[in-house]
Nanobody, 117 residues
Framework: QVQLVESGGGWVQAGGSLRLSCAAE????????MAWYRQAPGNRRELVAS???????NYSDSVKGRFTISRDNAKNMVYLQMNSLKPDDTAVYYC???????????WGQGTQVGVSS
């Protein structure tokens, strides 16, 4: 059973914007911090942004001021608004529970984001 489905990726020029969406199964989402992660070719998966059930957000230094994470608790959805995109943002983006969670469900297929210079 698929528990996390990411969408909204694509290819844009540097300076452009994209909005990613993540549909999570209720058992994954409810009462849990959620986060976006990304993995570029040859690199380890890294945390991009996280958000608590109450809406408090944290960002990695590399995206702070450019990306905004949000969630819709009624729809079990997590979003990532990405502005001022840079070529270094090119990666496959995944959503999952926040980094402090004791248990992670299986990762989804992710959504590819590409930024050309």
């Amino acid at each position: 059973q698929v528990q996390l489905v990411e969408s909204g990726g694509g290819w844009v020029q540097a300076g452009g914007s994209l909005r990613l969406s993540c549909a999570a199964e209720r058992s994954v989402f409810r009462f849990n911090a959620m986060a976006w992660y990304r993995q570029a070719p040859g690199n380890r998966r890294e945390l991009v942004a996280s958000i608590t059930p109450g809406g408090s957000a944290n960002y990695s230094d590399s995206v702070k001021g450019r990306f905004t994470i949000s969630r819709d608790n009624a729809k079990n959805m997590v979003y990532l608004q990405m502005n001022s995109l840079k070529p270094d943002d090119t990666a496959v983006y995944y959503c999952n529970r926040g980094p402090g969670s004791p248990f992670f469900p299986p990762w989804g297929q992710g959504t590819q984001v590409g930024v050309s210079s």
